[in-house]
């Protein structure tokens, strides 16, 4: 993605991936979220879908850690 997410055309070249993927959806106002965090939202909701299934790709090692031991890798 090339725009940033808060502005209209980084907003737009997000839809039509997510509708692609099984998330379309019709921009409209939702009491306390922001229109840019419903596309993050969906784009998690995608993602844990195909951690489920075992199709995702892991960026980083696996025994990747922070200071906390949360694992420090990209999924997509």
Known sequence: MLSRTRRPDGFAERLDPLARHGFPWEP????GAARDDVLDAMAVCRTALLIAEGTATRLGPEHERDRYGLPMN???
């Open 28 to 31: 409209r106002p939702l009491p």
């Open 74 to 76: 990209i999924w997509f």
